[in-house]
């Protein structure tokens, strides 16, 4: 039997639950413990072992705003608070496989081992919560406004 992926936003509740469902750890990270789910082998659940809820935001926020969702693992679910992210689960990668690949600049921690191979043999970052959210100088602002501003 294939258990249900909570609904996005559902409570924390409902996610815990689900979590319950999920015994099987098979990786954990500075922030956060990655569940198979059972039934579903192309997604993972990331469960945060930390009081802030930063990781998970991070990758969806990045997820839903970015133009070019092709070099990120896809979001599926999430809970109200962030704690809980269920996402594609990527097969693991060599150092060959990363050779003359390309991600965006914005992602900070390109270590190996954040990096997987999806069904159709793409690369995708599987953990892209570090970001480098600052690429462009700042914006100055005229001295005086004197003048009519657009």
């Given at each position: ?34 569940f198979e789910i059972p ?58 496989d990363l050779a003359g ?50």
């Amino acid at each position: 039997m294939t258990i249900a992926i909570p609904p996005t936003n559902a409570p924390d509740s409902v996610f815990e639950e689900f979590w319950l469902q999920c015994p099987l750890r098979i990786a954990r990270g500075t922030t956060r413990d990655v569940f198979e789910i059972p039934g579903h082998p192309d997604k993972v659940l990331k469960v945060l072992t930390r009081q802030s809820n930063f990781a998970n935001w991070a990758e969806i926020v990045t997820y839903i705003t970015t133009t070019d969702k092709s070099f990120f693992a896809e979001v599926y679910s999430w809970s109200w608070s962030g704690r809980f992210l269920v996402m594609e689960r990527l097969g693991p990668i060599t150092l060959q496989d990363l050779a003359g690949q390309k991600t965006p600049q914005f992602v900070n921690d390109k270590k190996p081992s954040n990096f997987g191979k999806d069904k159709a043999g793409r690369i995708k970052a599987l953990d892209y919560a570090a970001l480098d959210l600052s690429p462009h100088p700042l914006h100055h602002f005229p001295a005086s406004f004197d003048e009519a501003v657009e």
